[in-house]
């Protein structure tokens, strides 16, 4: 069964932190997600890359950094954690657009 | 700018009736339309997609409608079951064919049915 595996299912850091959200993919794909998911707002999409060390903004990129130093893996890095950042943080991969698949996702929340 | 909008932010069936969700776009060059069922403390799952050279696509209970002339897509659920409660986000993207990997998600709709 394929599967995205995000590290941590929840997350409480201090504002100021730098904060690593990390997600694995077994399934060989290409390409890789970072969404955030707000009551109201839905998923918003703030990095995404098409291959190793190859990154693009977002919607909302703001606050955040990506790191995808092997295919498999996509970082999102919170330089400085603030309070608005808390939310629910979904990875996603894919091969293409006709079908992501999700992690469970990661509630951070930022104190 | 929300180019995806869904705007009913929640919904309520009966179990045994239709449930209709309904999902609005402002982009006309969207070519392609998926809708994501999210369970709580899970990531959404893929359910059901359609092209923009179609007007309909079913598969089981599900049947997703396009109406390309009003920006306007549906999904209908018939009939509806206990286990249909979730949030349903619509999604839409364009230019897959030219390497346009992105998804634009609505605000989603938290559907409950009805024992």
């Known amino acids: 069964d394929v599967k995205v595996t995000q590290s941590s299912r929840y997350l409480v850091k201090r504002t100021g932190e730098k904060v690593f959200l990390e997600c694995v993919q077994d399934?060989?794909?290409?390409?890789m997600f970072w969404y955030r998911q707000d009551p109201g707002l839905g998923l918003r999409l703030i990095y995404f890359?098409?291959?190793?060390?190859?990154?693009e903004k977002g919607d909302i990129p703001e606050g955040y950094s990506v790191s995808r130093e092997k295919k498999e893996r996509f970082s999102l890095i919170l330089e400085s954690a603030s309070t608005n950042q808390t939310s629910m943080y979904l990875c996603a991969s894919s091969w293409d657009n006709y079908g992501y698949t999700f992690g469970s996702g990661t509630r951070l929340t930022v104190v | 700018d929300q180019q995806v909008k869904q705007n009913s932010p929640s919904l309520s069936v009966q179990e045994g009736r239709i449930s209709i969700l309904n999902c609005d776009y402002t982009n006309s060059m969207f070519d392609y339309f998926l809708w994501y069922k999210k369970y709580p403390a899970e990531g959404p799952t893929f359910l059901i997609s359609?092209?923009?050279?179609?007007d309909k696509n079913e598969d089981g209970r599900f049947t997703v409608f396009l109406n390309k002339s009003a920006k306007h897509l549906s999904l209908h659920i018939v009939p509806s079951q206990p286990g249909d409660s979730a949030v349903y986000f619509c999604?839409?993207?364009?230019?897959?064919?030219?390497?346009?990997?992105?998804?634009?998600f609505g605000t989603g709709t938290r559907l409950t049915i009805i024992p």
């Open positions: 399934m060989d794909h290409e390409n």
């Open positions: 999604a839409a993207s364009w230019g897959a064919n030219f390497g346009n990997e992105k998804l634009t």
């Open positions: 890359s098409y291959d190793v060390k190859m990154k």
């Open positions: 359609i092209s923009s050279i179609k």
